[in-house]
């Protein structure tokens, strides 16, 4: 079930985002605590975002200010505070926060495309490109869910990026914050004690991703939106009713 569940994640995560829901909710319904699942997953979800990185290298529409080097600097840090967070902060406060950020998530998916065309804030500095890009690269390293689409609803209230060819830099600035967080999770947290799991859902993260990355410019963009939303409206209710009962 994990392993499916990874491919399911690592094509989600390539074509769209919202591999975090799939990965998320198949550990914890495999038995594992909400945080270390959430550690669990960014760790595995790494190499799924690295490798459909590297499949969109050569499409990466950046923009002219700040500089791709300067937003992935951004995404580093970020996802390193976030990170952080998730492991200083009480394990019972994550529990209690997690419906609601996948709520919110999901609210993000449904509606973000709409938010970010009806709040077309102009053409703002670098400075305050670069301080979104940080407070986004910090929720992606505390959870995550949806964290690739905010980007992409952000950059284009923001910027002249277009959403479509915003989709290769969406997925290389993911993964430069799993990479910092998953780095953090791998020495702070307990995920190494769960090496079945971890390696079923990386394995299949790998094979989604390259999948997803290839197969995205075959399958319709509406058919894809809509599989993500289903699943983390499924997600949501699942946790909800999980937290309430």
Excluded: C, K
């Amino acid at each position: 079930m994990i392993l499916l569940a990874g491919v399911a994640a690592g094509a989600l995560n390539a074509v769209g985002g919202g591999g975090s829901f799939v990965a998320l909710s198949a550990l914890v319904a495999g038995g594992m605590p909400p945080v270390t699942a959430n550690a669990t997953s960014t760790v595995a979800l790494l190499p799924g975002n690295a490798t459909s990185a590297w499949v969109y290298r050569r499409d990466v529409h950046a923009f002219q200010r700040p500089s791709t080097f300067r937003l992935t600097l951004a995404s580093v840090a970020g996802g390193a505070l976030g990170a952080g967070l998730l492991l200083w902060l009480p394990s019972a406060s994550f529990d209690a926060a997690l419906p609601w950020l996948l709520a919110f998530a999901t609210i993000v998916l449904a509606f973000g495309r709409r938010l970010s065309r009806a709040l077309r804030l102009g053409t703002p500095g670098p400075a305050v490109i670069l301080t979104g890009q940080f407070v986004l690269a910090i929720y992606g390293g505390y959870f995550g869910g949806a964290v690739g689409l905010m980007m992409l609803a952000f950059w284009t209230a923001t910027t002249s990026l277009d959403p479509a060819r915003g989709n290769p830099l969406r997925v290389i600035q993911v993964a430069a914050v799993y990479l910092t967080a998953a780095v953090i999770f791998l020495f702070a947290a307990d995920v190494l004690e769960q090496p079945l799991e971890l390696t079923a859902l990386l394995a299949g993260a790998v094979l989604g991703g390259y999948l997803g990355a290839h197969l995205v410019r075959r399958l319709p963009a509406t058919v894809l939106r809509a599989l993500v939303l289903t699943t983390a409206v499924l997600m949501t209710v699942v946790f909800f009713v999980r937290a309430f009962r």
